[in-house]
């Protein structure tokens, strides 16, 4: 069956900086655009970012935008989120998604794959 798989997750000081990694199999993964969402205790799925399947068309909440970057390795069948500049507010545990829309959304409802997602604790 189709795998996520993301790594990367940590305790980090705010200001610090992580990278997730997003390892996907059993999918052909070029033809998917990803994204990232976070979920904090208590409260709803979050999107973070998201990116086309050609690695364009990048799309960012205000919260963090700026501060992380999602990029994507269509030969590794991989995607990343470069988060710079981490706040206590960014603890979460983070999922990588993937979906069969063209275009990126920031619904969880779109996507049709997940990760088992991975603790991102920052602390002040």
């Known amino acids: 069956q189709v795998q996520l798989v993301e790594s990367g997750g940590g305790l980090v000081q705010a200001g610090d900086s992580l990278r997730l990694s997003c390892a996907t199999s059993r999918i052909t993964f070029g033809i998917y655009t990803m994204a990232w969402f976070r979920q904090a205790p208590g409260k709803e799925r979050e999107f973070v970012g998201g990116l086309g399947k050609f690695g364009t068309n990048t799309i960012y909440p205000t919260s963090v935008k700026g501060r992380f970057t999602i990029s994507r390795d269509n030969a590794k069948s991989t995607v990343y989120l470069q988060m710079n500049s981490l706040k206590p507010e960014d603890t979460a545990v983070y999922f990588c998604?993937?979906?069969?829309?063209?275009?990126?959304?920031?619904?969880?409802?779109?996507?049709?794959?997940w990760g088992q997602g991975t603790q991102v604790t920052v602390s002040s």
């Open positions: 998604a993937a979906g069969s829309r063209a275009q990126v959304s920031v619904s969880p409802s779109e996507y049709d794959f």
